[in-house]
């Protein structure tokens, strides 16, 4: 119960203070690439139920596939506008919203799609016991994922049998024995990371 009253009071008070900076933000997306400016993808929550992740588009209109999977921030299929917001991760701030609907919580593990859930059910049953979240320990660790993701010949090979391993092992102990001390743990480490590049 704590973990979603302090949900809740973080991301309804981080959206009230962004909402300008979205809607400024999506008049440029609007003038620059044109609608739609969000775009919404089915992903495995809490018990592998799904739900819609939102995100702000930074692909071509209808550029998206299932797997939600790219090839690095170079990937052709991203705009000018959306390489910009994927470098930042400004496009993951609309899942603020999927926080206050009850199908996030603010610190846990990234949402994966379906497809890869399933592939690695083995990892995932043991993940998706909790809602999945905005920020984890693998995601400010691989915050430069899509950079890596660039480097390598086959980005999906190097995402399944290198990426996904090393990131679930990270999201079973993450969830293992989670708590507010492990909650307020990863939201330091994300503002340490921000703060000092850390």
Known sequence: MLIRFFDIV???VAAIILLPFLLILAIIMIAGQGFPVVFSQVR???????????KLRTMKKSSE??????????????????FILRK?????LPQLFNIIL???SVVGSRPQVPFYAEKFRNYYQKILILKPGLLSPSAIKFSNEE???DKVDDPVKYYEETL??????????????????????VLFSYFK???FRA
Request: proline share 3%; aromatic share 10%; net charge negative.
């Open 10 to 12: 973080i991301s309804t």
């Open 44 to 54: 495995s929550g809490k018990d592998f139920r799904p739900f819609r992740i939102y």
């Open 65 to 82: 596939d299932e797997l939600g999977l790219t090839k690095g921030l170079h990937d052709e299929r991203i705009t000018a506008i959306g």
């Open 88 to 92: 930042y991760k400004i496009d993951e």
């Open 102 to 104: 009850g199908q996030m």
């Open 147 to 149: 950079e890596l993701l």
């Open 164 to 185: 996904v391993p090393v990131k679930c092992e990270m999201d079973i102990d993450l969830v293992t024995g989670f708590d507010l001390k492990k909650y307020f743990t």
């Open 193 to 195: 990371k921000i703060i």
